[in-house]
């Protein structure tokens, strides 16, 4: 089981930059890959970037340039780091963490909100 918890989100200007922040708990042994998607409101949610435990990167083509997503403390936590944010970015952010087959399932944070607006 593992249990993931977001932070770091906040009202930011156009243009700013902000960091969240996803800290994994429990077995995190178990961890293939982690990633974030987001949500606006009335929209589905979006993949927006993922990082797997061999140091792999993707990317939405929304986010390719400006994000990046990164871990700490080995498999612990998943940061990323938003730049040049624009109002479009604005949705709940949520943390996601994909397990290695055979070792877990996957799990979601609650979602932390980003707000790009002037």
């Known amino acids: 089981q593992v249990q993931l918890m977001e932070s770091g989100g906040g009202l930011v200007q156009p243009g700013g930059s902000l960091r969240l922040s996803c800290a994994a708990s429990g077995n995190t042994f178990s961890i293939y890959a982690m990633g974030w998607y987001r949500q606006a409101p009335g929209k589905e949610r979006e993949f927006v970037a993922l990082l797997t435990s061999a140091g792999d990167t993707h990317y939405a083509d929304s986010a390719k340039g400006r994000f990046t997503i990164s871990r700490d403390n080995g498999r612990n936590t998943a940061a990323l780091q938003m730049n040049s944010l624009k109002p479009e970015d604005t949705a709940v952010y949520y943390c996601?963490?994909?397990?290695?087959?055979?070792?877990?399932?996957?799990?979601w944070g609650q979602g932390t909100q980003v707000t790009v607006s002037s």
């Open positions: 996601h963490a994909e397990s290695y087959k055979g070792l877990g399932d996957d799990y």
